[in-house]
T-cell receptor
């Protein structure tokens, strides 16, 4: 089945230690998104890639970066994680058709020690 | 400024009855609306959607209603089943920079009681 896969499902890192989360897709979608969801809150868009074009949300901290080396893979890098960055990180994909749903992975839960 | 609001954090419904989940939005630029269902430890799963040119879309037990003048949408599930117990997120979409940007509500936890 075509899908969006996130690895790892659970990640623990130390305060200030860089961490990378990964997302892969077999849907061949042009657009990939990263969302942050904190406990009992709505998922919040961090940034998205339209093919290789990177689009950052205005309020996404500089601490968060992303890479998309090819259509299938997208990475979220957190350069110096703080305690406030503990959250569920969700990857999603979509086509360019604005009237098709985004498809989500199962997320990576990030804990900061 | 919360552009999409789900005012009920939780809802409890008897099995077989109708579940109605509500969502309000503020931005008139939104032109596509979606409902996602989320089980614990899983990502959101797409349930049903509606574009702004329609006022109703039905898929099996699930119907979404859109009232553009009131900036309100609702999801009806009938009959409700125990497997419907999950968190439901409303999302609104606008096309910006070639991509569909979703704004989510905070979710409603639906519990179906046998």
């Amino acid at each position: 089945d075509a899908m969006v896969i996130q690895n790892p499902r659970y990640q623990v890192t130390q305060f200030g230690k860089p961490v990378t989360l990964s997302c892969s897709q077999t849907l061949n979608h042009n657009v990939m998104y990263w969302y942050q969801q904190k406990s009992s809150q709505a998922p919040k868009l961090l940034f998205h890639y339209y093919d290789k074009d990177f689009n950052n949300e205005a309020d996404t901290p500089d601490n968060f970066q992303s890479r998309r080396p090819n259509t299938s893979f997208c990475f979220l890098d957190i350069r110096s994680p703080g305690l406030g960055d503990a959250a569920m990180y969700l990857c999603a994909t979509s086509t360019l058709d604005g009237y098709q749903p985004q498809h989500f992975g199962d997320g990576t839960r990030l804990s900061i020690l | 400024d919360q552009q999409v609001k789900q005012n009920s954090p939780s809802l409890s419904v008897q099995e077989g009855r109708i579940s109605i989940l509500n969502c309000d939005y503020t931005n008139s630029m939104f032109d596509y609306f979606l409902w996602y269902k989320k089980y614990p430890a899983e990502g959101p799963t797409f349930l049903i959607s509606i574009s702004s040119i329609k006022d109703k879309n039905e898929d099996g037990r699930f119907t979404v209603f859109l009232n553009k003048s009131a900036k309100h949408l609702s999801l009806h599930i009938v009959p409700s089943q125990p497997g419907d117990s999950a968190v439901y997120f409303c999302a609104a979409s606008a096309r910006i920079q070639g991509a569909q940007k979703l704004v989510f509500g905070q979710g409603t936890r639906l519990t179906i009681n046998p």
